[in-house]
């Protein structure tokens, strides 16, 4: 598929094929690649809010300039703020820079925004708001967030898993 994608960009590019390029180059662990994909997507569509919130997932988690992927997850939310992913995104960059509040405030819009698409809410946004009220010193409401997301296990990764653990575990 990445090949027929790079066939695609060279003859026509296009903001979206570098997206679904990016995504794929990402999936595989090519981090480099995948960057490289989602630049070149903002570069044709600067408003392109899936590129902007990869990208500043992808950076966040390669511990690249947080203000940057600040940046872009602020785009992304802006772009569209019917998608929960782009709360999630922007609450986890706030958390990596230990702004607990701001962090909170955003994943609670990731929980509220998924249960209103689908009347469910993605296990990994409690992992990742009890994560920032643990950090807050808020250790109850954080164990409930955690317990909770613990009741979809099938929905978390392994990190995800062991965070909500680590969550529960904390005095």
């Not at 230990?98 to 698409?117: G, M, P, V």
């Amino acid at each position: 598929a990445i090949d027929e994608y790079k066939k695609v960009i060279a003859a026509r590019p296009s903001a979206s094929i570098y997206t679904m390029l990016g995504i794929l180059e990402d999936a595989r662990g090519n981090t480099a690649e995948a960057e490289k994909s989602y630049r070149a997507a903002l570069e044709l569509s600067p408003n392109s809010p899936v590129a902007a919130n990869n990208l500043a997932w992808l950076i966040a988690e390669t511990q690249g300039n947080l203000d940057e992927a600040l940046s872009l997850a602020s785009s992304a939310v802006s772009g569209d703020q019917t998608v929960a992913a782009y709360y999630d995104t922007l609450g986890w960059i706030y958390l990596k820079k230990n702004l607990y509040s701001a962090a909170e405030q955003q994943f609670r819009k990731a929980i509220e925004t998924d249960q209103r698409n689908s009347k469910a809410s993605n296990a990994a946004y409690r992992v990742h708001l009890g994560m920032a009220l643990s950090s807050s010193g808020n250790t109850e409401a954080a164990k409930r967030e955690a317990e909770a997301s613990l009741r979809d296990r099938s929905a978390l990764n392994d990190q995800e898993v062991a965070m909500a653990r680590r969550i529960l575990e904390a005095r």
